[in-house]
């Protein structure tokens, strides 16, 4: 069955400092994968996403994720962290019928 | 100019009424879906309309009854609330097709006391 697994339920990180958020992902096709941010009280924002082609995807707000196929990962990073980046971060997998599969959700604290 | 709209925004109501949230979109995608964000923040698919057609029905209880009026409109109703109903509740729009991102709105946050 599909499933995400996001391990870190939070992380803090010094403003400034560099940022890897991990998502592993269980499917058994070749995925679509998305990396979501959702602030305070609001809905979510498609950070961006990976079909094919380039393992390095590049999305908004200088974010990227790498697709590793072999370890099953898509892992979030940015070299540079602004406290606005501070939220909940949601991996997600669809499959073949635009249905999503959400991970549990990473909450990123910044600090001044 | 807004995307994906939701009311209303809140809602609080008590164990045993009926509720409904409406969701609109103006992007012209032709599926919308509606999900569950529980306490602990975990999203969870709930049902998806495709072209007005109910295409994903997860494991609801049959309390929860979608209808989409119209492509651009996904409205949820809810009989007999129960006090585990209590979550925000997200509506979502994409164009159809397996690598669609989905746009979500700004949630619904529904109190049942």
């Known amino acids: 069955a599909q499933s995400v697994t996001q391990p870190d339920i939070h992380i803090t990180v010094s403003e400034g400092a560099s940022l890897e958020l991990r998502c592993n992902y269980s499917y058994g096709a070749t995925p679509y994968l998305f990396w979501y941010v959702q602030s305070p009280g609001q809905g979510l924002q498609l950070l961006l996403k990976?079909?094919?082609?380039?393992?390095l995807v590049q999305g908004i707000k200088g974010f990227e994720a790498e697709f590793k196929r072999s370890q099953s990962s898509f892992n979030l990073r940015k070299p540079s962290v602004h406290w606005s980046d501070a939220a909940e971060y949601f991996c997600?997998?669809?499959?073949?019928?635009?249905?999503?599969?959400f991970g549990s959700g990473t909450k990123l604290n910044v600090k001044p | 100019d807004t995307a994906v709209s939701q009311t209303p925004k809140y809602l609080v109501t008590q164990m045993g009424n009926d509720k409904s949230i409406k969701c609109e979109q103006n992007l012209g995608h032709d599926t919308m879906y509606w999900y569950k964000q529980d306490s602990k923040k975990f999203l969870k698919i709930m049902f998806s309309y495709n072209n007005k057609e109910l295409i994903i029905n997860e494991t609801v209880p049959n309390r929860f009854s979608p209808k989409s009026p119209d492509k651009a409109h996904l409205n949820l109703h809810i009989n007999s609330l129960e006090l585990g109903d209590s979550a925000v509740y997200f509506c979502a729009s994409s164009h159809s097709g397996s690598n669609a991102e989905q746009y979500f709105g700004p949630g619904t946050r529904l109190t049942v006391t």
């Open positions: 990976y079909f094919s082609g380039d393992t």
């Open positions: 997600a997998v669809g499959d073949n019928f635009n249905k999503f599969y």
